[in-house]
């Protein structure tokens, strides 16, 4: 069975950062995408940041220009670098993986359990 492991989230001042990481553990063959969604209180989920496994990266705009995804393919392994954080990025952060492969079977995607992440202002 494949799992998400996320870490890094924590209390952070606004215009600060905080580095978020997701490993995906198991005997992984191959994750088409892996990325971030967040949901703040009272809010849906939405998409923050996901990069294909070509490297290609699509950003929510609330987010472009201070929010860094990556991956470690052969680790299975996402990040994501938040610089200039404000008090509105505040939510749970979820890891997600699209598209994963194993030698016996396959899902459409995987979540996280989510990791808080609170900007103080």
């Given at each position: 069975?494949?799992?998400?492991?996320?870490?890094?989230?924590?209390?952070?001042q606004a215009g600060g950062s905080?580095?978020?990481?997701?490993?995906?553990?198991?005997?992984?063959?191959?994750?088409?995408?892996?990325?971030?969604?967040?949901?703040?209180?009272?809010?849906?989920?939405?998409?923050?940041a996901v990069q294909s496994r070509?490297?290609?990266?699509?950003?929510?705009?609330?987010?472009?220009?201070?929010?860094?995804?990556?991956?470690?393919?052969?680790?299975?392994?996402?990040?994501?670098?938040?610089?200039?954080?404000?008090?509105?990025?505040?939510?749970?952060?979820?890891?997600?993986?699209?598209?994963?492969?194993?030698?016996?079977?396959?899902?459409?995607?995987?979540?996280?359990?989510?990791?808080?992440?609170?900007?103080?202002?």
């Open positions: 069975q494949v799992q998400l492991v996320e870490s890094g989230g924590g209390l952070v905080l580095r978020l990481s997701c490993a995906a553990s198991g005997s992984v063959d191959s994750i088409t995408a892996m990325g971030w969604y967040r949901q703040a209180p009272g809010k849906q989920r939405e998409l923050v070509g490297g290609n990266t699509n950003y929510a705009d609330s987010v472009k220009g201070r929010f860094t995804v990556s991956r470690d393919s052969a680790k299975n392994t996402v990040y994501l670098q938040m610089n200039s954080l404000k008090p509105e990025d505040t939510a749970v952060y979820y890891c997600n993986a699209a598209g994963v492969v194993t030698k016996t079977v396959g899902y459409l995607e995987i979540w996280g359990q989510g990791t808080l992440v609170t900007v103080s202002s």
